[in-house]
């Protein structure tokens, strides 16, 4: 019982946190202050991994590719869009944010829907092997696994496309 009420404390205060973080991206004016609030999210997401699900592949593959790359494009992309403070606050307060705030108070409504539902306690812990899921990634998913590449690809070509100056 003990270890119960430790792990949902665990899970509060690293909920909590993520949380935190995530209206940071969303709030914070600045574009790399928002990156950096993205780092620290991705950062708390892989302790979470660790502590509560018992899976550290999955933690150390969220700190590589997500903190380690994706982290690292989208602040190239960033740099390359050469953002003015002026710009930023022009379009800060639109329908838009007012929409991801309702999607925000939605989704947090979900989550308390599946955590008062959910019987039995804490998801069982197995160690996911590598290679078990490198078969996986590369057999039945390798059409997503490249076209999620080709996405990435698109994605950096077309930062570049808009960040290009008119002659």
């Avoid at 973080?21 to 302790?47: D, E």
């Avoid at 008062?116 to 390798?142: E, M, Q, R």
Wanted: charged letters at 10%; a positive charge.
């Amino acid at each position: 019982m003990g270890a119960d009420v430790l792990h949902i404390i665990i899970a509060v205060f690293l909920g909590l946190l993520i949380l935190v973080s995530a209206l940071g991206v969303v709030f914070l004016k600045n574009p790399v202050h928002s990156a950096l609030s993205l780092l620290a999210n991705l950062c708390i997401t892989a302790i979470m991994y660790v502590a509560l699900l018992s899976a550290p592949f999955v933690a150390i593959v969220q700190v590589i590719v997500y903190m380690g790359a994706v982290v690292v494009f989208v602040l190239f992309v960033i740099m390359l869009m050469d953002i003015r403070p002026a710009d930023i606050t022009e379009r800060f307060l639109t329908p838009r944010l007012f929409l991801s705030l309702a999607a925000v108070v939605v989704f947090a409504l979900q989550m308390l829907f599946v955590v008062a539902t959910v019987k039995g306690g804490w998801i069982p812990t197995k160690y996911v092997h590598a290679g078990d899921l490198a078969k996986l990634l590369f057999t039945k998913y390798a059409l997503l696994f490249e076209l999620v590449s080709v996405l990435i690809f698109a994605a950096a070509a077309g930062a570049v496309a808009l960040a290009k100056k008119r002659m």
